[in-house]
């Protein structure tokens, strides 16, 4: 399952094959939106915005394409006037002169103006999104320590999007390594320097990833690149202390940790 920084790269690629380019094709599979399709036909598109796993498509008129891939959605960047023999469902089209965006199979799709992205329930309930690279330890802290998150066990927390928008599991198992926390720990029982390293890593292993691509690298721990810790290392020895390192279940997911390090 993608997360935040698959989702951020995924964003990038649409971004790249037509931001500030003029739209000269606008197709929606749903009739409410077709009526529509003339009021982005001549705009450009201005940003693709991330919202966890919700992309917000911003256009030089003002209105915004809210689409949310769910399990089946994708995108895809293809040469204009050449559509792909595909099996699934297209939804959307937007083209250009040079290149056509398609997003397939996904169900969620609406067109906003400023009040409608205000009002959606969906943005309202996530939090910031770790890629958002506005946001800073510090208001990551203080939300790790408000009465909504502060007594909520980490092996949960670090799943919900609530707290902190684009979070998955392998990166929630590779947080609490790099912070040297167990997943039953809570924000509420941290020392104040617990609470800072845990702030950091929050933000810092998302775009990390993001920044690298993910990419496994086991000759490079230290420097630029993106190595899993722990994650998919179960049998494995911890760098840090040597322990043998865990695989368990979390939150019906695969949770890997070291009982060395991660007290």
């Not at 949960?156 to 198992?173: E, I, K, P, T, W």
């Amino acid at each position: 399952m993608p997360e935040g920084p698959e989702i951020r790269r995924a964003a990038d690629r649409l971004e790249e094959a037509i931001q500030g380019k003029v739209l000269t094709e606008v197709w929606f599979a749903y009739p409410a939106l077709q009526a529509r399709q003339h009021e982005l036909v001549g705009q450009r598109v201005t940003a693709i915005e991330t919202r966890g796993k919700a992309l917000l498509t911003h256009f030089s008129n003002g209105l915004t394409l809210y689409s949310h891939n769910q399990l089946y959605g994708v995108w895809r960047v293809v040469p204009t006037g050449k559509e792909p023999d595909s099996k699934r469902v297209l939804r959307v089209k937007l083209s250009t002169a040079d290149k056509t965006l398609l997003l397939f199979s996904a169900s969620d799709i609406e067109l906003l103006d400023a009040n409608g992205v205000a009002a959606h329930p969906f943005l309202n309930r996530v939090g910031p999104d770790v890629l958002d690279m506005k946001l800073t330890a510090e208001q990551v802290r203080e939300r790790l320590l408000s009465k909504r998150f502060r007594r909520r066990q980490f092996s949960g927390l670090l799943l919900d999007q609530s707290f902190l928008a684009g979070l998955g599991n392998y990166l929630r198992v590779e947080i609490l390594w790099q912070a040297e926390l167990a997943a039953s720990h809570r924000a509420e029982d941290l020392s104040d320097a617990q609470c800072d390293v845990l702030a950091e890593a929050l933000l810092a292993i998302p775009r990390l990833s993001y920044k690298t691509r993910g990419t496994p690298d086991e000759n490079r721990h230290h420097g630029a690149i993106f190595s899993f810790k722990v994650f998919h290392r179960a049998g494995q020895a911890c760098e840090r202390c040597g322990e043998t390192i865990i695989k368990t279940t979390l939150s019906s997911r695969p949770f890997y940790w070291c009982p060395g390090c991660q007290k």
